[in-house]
C-alpha cells in the first residue's frame, strides 16, 4: 500500500467515526427529550451529558439540560446551560423563552 492509499484510509476512517459520533449524539439529545418528557430529569440530564461529552456545542443537548435543570429547581445551573446555548445559536427561541422564565 503506498502512502496515497494509505492517506485515503485515513480520512475515510475519520469521515466514519466523525459520523459515528453525530450519530451518538443525535441518540443521546433524542433520548434526553425522552426523559424530560417522561419526568425523569436526572436521566435526561445525563443522556446530555453524555452528548456534550462529545459535542460540547449542541444546542439541542444544551436545551434541554437546562429544561431538566430548571425542572429539578437547579436554577444557577439552567441560566449557566441557556446562556451557552445562546451563545452558540443567538437565534434559538425556545432558549431565549425558557432564559427569562427561568
Request: charged share 30%; hydrophobic share 40%.
Amino acid at each position: 500500500m503506498n502512502f496515497c492509499e494509505e492517506n485515503e484510509l485515513s480520512t475515510e476512517y475519520r469521515d466514519a467515526q466523525d459520523q459515528m459520533t453525530a450519530l451518538k449524539v443525535v441518540n443521546w439529545t433524542n433520548l434526553a427529550l425522552v426523559f424530560f418528557k417522561q419526568s425523569e430529569n436526572i436521566k435526561c440530564i445525563e443522556m446530555c451529558d453524555q452528548a456534550l461529552q462529545e459535542d460540547h456545542k449542541n444546542v439541542k443537548a444544551l436545551f434541554w439540560k437546562g429544561r431538566a435543570n430548571a425542572e429539578e429547581a437547579e436554577y444557577d445551573d439552567a441560566i449557566r446551560n441557556f446562556q451557552a446555548a445562546l451563545e452558540i445559536d443567538p437565534a434559538h427561541g425556545e432558549t431565549k423563552k425558557w432564559l427569562r422564565e427561568t
